[in-house]
Each structure stands twice: as C-alpha cells, then as structure tokens.
T-cell receptor, first 114, second 113 residues
Framework: NAGVMQNPRHLVRRRGQEARLRCSPV?????VYWYRQLPEEGLKFMVY????????ESGMPKERFSAEFPKEGPSILRIQQVVRGDSAAYFC????????????FGSGTQLSVL | QKEVEQNSGPLSVPEGAIASLNCTYS??????FFWYRQYSGKSPELIMS????GDKEDGRFTAQLNKASQYVSLLIRDSQPSDSATYLC?????????????FGTGTRLLVSP
C-alpha cells in the first residue's frame, strides 16, 4: 500500500536547464496538489489538478512552470529554463476526492539549481 | 496581510513542559484547520484537525479554535525532545467546489532534555 511517491528525491540542474518532477499519487486518488517550500518558509500552494484537468493554478508562476496529470501515469511538474530562485523542496499531495482533510503528502523533491 | 500567520520561533521549552503554538488566519469563511509536524528534510505529517470552536484533544496534543478571533492554537503537553520539529498551521480555503490548504510559515519548536 504505497503512499504518494515522488521522484527524484534530489535533482540538480544548471541554470537554463529543464526540471521534471514526478508524482505518483496514492492508488485510487485522482486529486493532486503541488506545493513549493523555500528554505525556512512554509509550504506555498502552486497548483491543484484532477485527472486530465487543471483546477486551480493560481499559485504557479505564469512563465516557465507547467503541470499535468494525465489519464495514465504520474503527475508532472515541469520547470523550464530553471534559475537559482527555483531551488526549493517541491511536495506533492494527493487525495481521493476534493476534501483536503484526506490529503497525503509525498517525501518531496529537493531541486538545486547551480 | 498574510492569509495564515505564525511566529517563526524558535520556541524553546524544557522536556516535560507545555509547548503552546499559535496561528491566526484572515479568511473568516474558513471552516477547517490543521496542524502538521515537519521534521527537517521530511514531508509534513498531519497531527491534528479541528472544525468547531473549542478544544479537541488527542493524546498529548490539544488543538484550540476560536473563529470569532480567527485564532488556532496547538498545545503539546509533557513535551519530549522527539517533538522538536517545525509545526505548520494550515487553513482550508475554499468551498465544496474545490479546496486548498494554505499554510503558515511554521513555528520551530525545540525541546531540550
């Protein structure tokens, strides 16, 4: 009974490269949330997706960032042309429905931009 | 004004003491509130949820909610060194349409032996 799986755990990129972060939700969960945590800060909401749909992307920067949750496969958070300010821990959480009370968090991906 | 505010700390308490963590929020329509614990380098884990005014107890943890004052607190009795972590207050912003959790910046708790 696997929980939310995120990979890679650590990702190192040079400025200008692309970063792809993967999140496999708990089996049967169709709702995925992405959060970003900068050092010494709380979690900042980025985007909320259901299968094949973006429901709320109000926390995601308009440029360079995109997210998807296809019918098959994991949710992907994609950051193009990374900059040093993108260095952070990115957490994915899933739930079986719209109720955030049932949110399960993954272990996160630590992105370091050199 | 930030949606969810917490004192960043650190809050230092001796082992066996009561640790009191506080949080205020700005959205009067919020109906559900959560406390998460996060150890350094780890993911947040849910320790308490509260929906009604008053106190809710679970073992050594007590959550307190005052919607009129827009205030949530977490008390940890008989604090242990293993309780040393960052405690994140989260508020459910949204309605039955879709919801999201908004987090405070967290309060770092240090429990000394």
């Amino acid at each position: 009974n696997a929980g939310v799986m995120q990979n890679p755990r650590h990702l190192v990129r040079r400025r200008g490269q692309e970063a792809r972060l993967r999140c496999s939700p708990v089996k049967g969960h169709s709702h995925v949330y992405w959060y970003r945590q900068l050092p010494e800060e709380g979690l900042k909401f980025m985007v909320y997706l259901q299968k094949e749909n973006i429901i709320d992307e109000s926390g995601m920067p308009k440029e360079r960032f995109s997210a998807e949750f296809p019918k098959e496969g994991p949710s992907i958070l994609r950051i193009q042309q990374v900059v040093r300010g993108d260095s952070a821990a990115y957490f994915c959480a899933s739930s079986p429905d719209r109720q955030v009370e049932k949110l399960f968090f993954g272990s996160g991906t630590q992105l370091s931009v050199l | 004004q930030k949606e969810v505010e917490q004192n960043s700390g650190p809050l230092s308490v001796p082992e066996g003491a009561i640790a009191s963590l506080n949080c205020t929020y700005s959205d009067r329509g919020s109906q559900s509130f959560f406390w998460y614990r996060q150890y350094s380098g780890k993911s947040p884990e849910l320790i308490m949820s509260i929906y009604s005014n008053g106190d809710k107890e679970d073992g050594r943890f007590t959550a307190q909610l005052n919607k009129a004052s827009q205030y949530v607190s977490l008390l940890i009795r008989d604090s242990q060194p293993s309780d040393s972590a960052t405690y994140l207050c989260a508020v459910n912003i949204g309605d039955t349409g879709f919801q999201k959790l908004v987090f405070g910046t967290g309060t770092r708790l240090l429990v000394s032996p």
